[in-house]
C-alpha cells in the first residue's frame, strides 16, 4: 500500500503535466480541479513543434546524445579491451588514472575544458557538444571489470588459431558483453540528453540549443501562464517516457549491473 502512494506521488506531477499541456493557451483557473477538465486542444503542440525552435532543439537533443552515446561505446570498450587482456607497460598505472577520473566532479574541469575547446575553435558547434561526452571513466572501468570475467580459455584458443586482438574484440568479446555495453549506453543516452551545464557554456547560438538550456530559455518568455512552458516540457519529456517504457527492462537490469560490477 505504501509503494503504490508513494508511485502515485511520483507519477502525480507528470500525469499534471500532461493535463496542462492540452488546455488552451492562457487558461488561468484559481481551482486545481479545472486542470484536469475540459477544454482539452492539441493545437499548442502543434505550434510549439512548427512555429518555434522547440522541434530543432528537440533534434539537437536526440544527435548530440545518440552520436556521444555510439562515441563513448566505442571508446570505451576499445579502452577497456586493452586494460583487461592486452599486455603492455604501466597498464596498471593506467587503469588506476581512471580509477581517480572518478573522484574528480564535472564541475571541476569545466574551465580547463572551455579553454581547450576555445583554442580548437570548437565552441559553438556540435563538436564541440559531442566531443567531451565521450570520455566515460566509469564505462571503462564497468566494461574492463567484465572483460576480466571472459575465459581466457576462449581467448587463448582465438590467438592460438590465428586470431588478431581486433578480432577477438568484436567477434568474442563484445558478443558477450552485451548487458554490460546497454548499460553504458543507456546511462550516457541519458546522462547526455540531460546535460545542462557544457551546453549552456558552449553554445551561443539559439539553433544549436539543446533542450535543456533551450527550454529555460523559452519559459522565461512566460513566466505568468502555465500552458505553453508545461507544453514544452512536454515535448522534451515525452521521448525519454517513451524510451524508458520501450527499454524498461533493459534501463532496470543495467542499474543493477552497474551497482555489482562499478
Same mark, same amino acid.
Given at each position: 500500500?505504501?509503494?503504490?502512494?508513494?508511485?502515485?506521488?511520483?507519477?502525480?506531477?507528470?500525469?499534471?503535466?500532461?493535463f496542462v499541456s492540452i488546455k488552451p493557451d492562457g487558461f488561468?483557473?484559481?481551482?486545481? =480541479?479545472?486542470?484536469?477538465?475540459?477544454?482539452?486542444?492539441?493545437?499548442?503542440?502543434?505550434?510549439?513543434?512548427?512555429?518555434? =525552435?522547440?522541434?530543432?532543439?528537440?533534434?539537437?537533443?536526440?544527435?548530440?546524445?545518440?552520436?556521444?552515446?555510439?562515441?563513448?561505446?566505442?571508446?570505451?570498450?576499445?579502452?577497456?579491451?586493452?586494460?583487461?587482456?592486452?599486455?603492455?607497460?604501466?597498464?596498471?598505472?593506467?587503469?588506476?588514472?581512471? =580509477?581517480?577520473?572518478?573522484?574528480?566532479?564535472?564541475?571541476?574541469?569545466?574551465?580547463?575544458?572551455?579553454?581547450? %575547446?576555445?583554442?580548437?575553435?570548437?565552441?559553438?558547434?556540435?563538436?564541440?557538444?559531442?566531443?567531451?561526452?565521450?570520455?566515460?571513466?566509469?564505462?571503462?572501468?564497468?566494461?574492463?571489470?567484465?572483460?576480466?570475467?571472459?575465459?581466457?580459455?576462449?581467448?587463448?584458443?582465438?590467438?592460438?588459431?590465428?586470431?588478431?586482438?581486433?578480432?577477438?574484440?568484436?567477434?568474442?568479446?563484445?558478443?558477450?558483453?552485451?548487458?554490460?555495453?546497454?548499460?553504458?549506453?543507456?546511462?550516457?543516452?541519458?546522462?547526455?540528453?540531460?546535460?545542462?551545464?557544457?551546453?549552456?557554456?558552449s553554445i551561443l547560438s539559439e539553433n544549436l540549443y539543446t533542450?535543456?538550456?533551450?527550454?529555460?530559455?523559452?519559459? %522565461?518568455?512566460?513566466?505568468?501562464?502555465?500552458?505553453?512552458?508545461?507544453?514544452?516540457?512536454?515535448?522534451?519529456?515525452?521521448?525519454?517516457?517513451?524510451?524508458?517504457? =520501450?527499454?524498461?527492462?533493459?534501463?532496470?537490469?543495467?542499474?543493477?549491473?552497474?551497482?555489482?560490477?562499478?
Amino acid at each position: 500500500m505504501i509503494g503504490v502512494i508513494v508511485a502515485i506521488l511520483f507519477v502525480f506531477p507528470i500525469i499534471w503535466m500532461l493535463f496542462v499541456s492540452i488546455k488552451p493557451d492562457g487558461f488561468m483557473t484559481t481551482d486545481p =480541479l479545472n486542470w484536469f477538465l475540459p477544454p482539452y486542444t492539441f493545437t499548442n503542440y502543434i505550434d510549439l513543434l512548427f512555429d518555434s =525552435l522547440i522541434l530543432r532543439w528537440l533534434l539537437n537533443s536526440l544527435m548530440v546524445a545518440v552520436i556521444s552515446t555510439v562515441l563513448t561505446l566505442i571508446f570505451t570498450s576499445l579502452a577497456a579491451y586493452a586494460i583487461s587482456q592486452m599486455k603492455f607497460h604501466f597498464k596498471h598505472f593506467i587503469f588506476i588514472f581512471f =580509477l581517480l577520473g572518478l573522484m574528480i566532479p564535472g564541475e571541476a574541469t569545466i574551465i580547463p575544458l572551455y579553454e581547450v %575547446a576555445k583554442s580548437l575553435n570548437l565552441l559553438d558547434s556540435y563538436t564541440g557538444l559531442i566531443l567531451p561526452m565521450i570520455a566515460s571513466p566509469l564505462g571503462i572501468i564497468i566494461l574492463k571489470s567484465f572483460f576480466d570475467g571472459v575465459p581466457k580459455e576462449v581467448i587463448e584458443s582465438a590467438i592460438i588459431d590465428g586470431c588478431s586482438h581486433l578480432k577477438i574484440y568484436y567477434k568474442i568479446v563484445l558478443p558477450l558483453s552485451k548487458p554490460a555495453l546497454a548499460a553504458i549506453g543507456i546511462f550516457t543516452f541519458i546522462g547526455s540528453w540531460n546535460n545542462f551545464l557544457w551546453p549552456f557554456i558552449s553554445i551561443l547560438s539559439e539553433n544549436l540549443y539543446t533542450l535543456p538550456v533551450g527550454l529555460p530559455v523559452f519559459n %522565461a518568455a512566460y513566466t505568468q501562464t502555465y500552458v505553453l512552458p508545461m507544453t514544452a516540457n512536454a515535448i522534451a519529456s515525452i521521448p525519454l517516457l517513451i524510451a524508458f517504457l =520501450l527499454f524498461e527492462k533493459q534501463i532496470v537490469k543495467g542499474i543493477s549491473f552497474s551497482g555489482i560490477k562499478g
